[in-house]
């Protein structure tokens, strides 16, 4: 069995940054992607960061030059940065994952976190 388990979310004041971190355990063979997403109340689900294996991050458009995607792929740990924090940016974030498992169906199977709460206000 595989989980993503995140860290690191809570309330921060406009214009403060976060470290959001997730690591996945259990079965792993190999992880393609790391990343982020999020929801905002009453907001669809939204890309806030993502990054493949060997890769370059990619990043949502409302993020970009505020929030910094790495991975340590010793640990299998996706980090986010996040600075410059607006009301805006406040969110469940979820780590997503596509990971193949062993045992396991052939190819990578996607998995998400449970979600943590980031909280952006005065």
């Known amino acids: 069995q595989v989980q993503l388990v995140e860290s690191g979310g809570g309330l921060v004041q406009p214009g403060g940054s976060l470290r959001l971190s997730c690591a996945a355990s259990?079965?792993?063979?190999?992880?393609?992607?790391m990343g982020w997403y999020r929801q905002a109340p009453g907001k669809a689900t939204e890309l806030v960061a993502q990054?493949?294996?060997?890769?370059?991050?990619n990043y949502g458009d409302s993020v970009k030059g505020r929030f910094a995607v790495s991975r340590d792929n010793d640990k299998n740990t996706v980090y986010l940065q996040m600075n410059s924090l607006r009301p805006e940016d406040t969110a469940v974030y979820y780590c997503?994952?596509?990971?193949?498992?062993?045992?396991?169906?052939?190819?990578?199977?996607?998995?998400w976190g449970q979600g943590t709460q980031v909280t952006v206000s005065s």
């Open positions: 997503n994952a596509h990971i193949m498992t062993t045992p396991g169906p052939p190819g990578y199977v996607e998995f």
């Open positions: 259990g079965s792993i063979s190999d992880i393609y992607v």
């Open positions: 990054i493949i294996s060997g890769g370059t991050p």
